[in-house]
């Protein structure tokens, strides 16, 4: 099993910046795939952005594509979300996820991950 934290939300104006920070512990090398979803109130929660661990292949959906980046440093076990041109739409609890599956079709699907942090509250203002 693997454990995962995120860190880094915060409040920020349209337009702003903000980097997300996921570390992981457990048994790492099992993870194939770690992503980052977001969940806003009364909507259900949204694949935003993942990456194949082994090659750095990464996805994203259209609406964040050009503003936000997903990376990794495996030698810190830990995911990032670079995420730029912020927008009152993208006001959300976001949460990282891995799975040791290979979802290539459907990385943006949260029954495609089994582990889970417990979120970090990203809100942008007008």
């Known amino acids: 099993q693997v454990q995962l934290v995120e860190s880094g939300g915060g409040s920020v104006q349209a337009g702003g910046s903000l980097r997300l920070s996921c570390v992981a ?66 006001t959300a609890m976001y949460y990282c996820a891995a799975t040791s599956s290979l979802p290539w079709n459907r990385w943006y699907s949260e029954y495609s991950y089994e582990n889970w942090g417990q979120g970090t509250q990203v809100t942008v203002s007008s």
């Open 25 to 90: 512990s457990g048994y790492f090398d099992s993870i194939n795939f770690m992503g980052w979803f977001r969940q806003a109130p009364g909507k259900g929660r949204e694949g935003v952005a993942s990456i194949y661990t082994h090659s750095d292949n990464t996805y994203y959906i259209d609406s964040v594509k050009g503003r936000f980046t997903v990376s990794q440093d495996r030698s810190k076990a830990t995911l990032y979300l670079e995420m730029d041109s912020l927008k009152q739409e993208d």
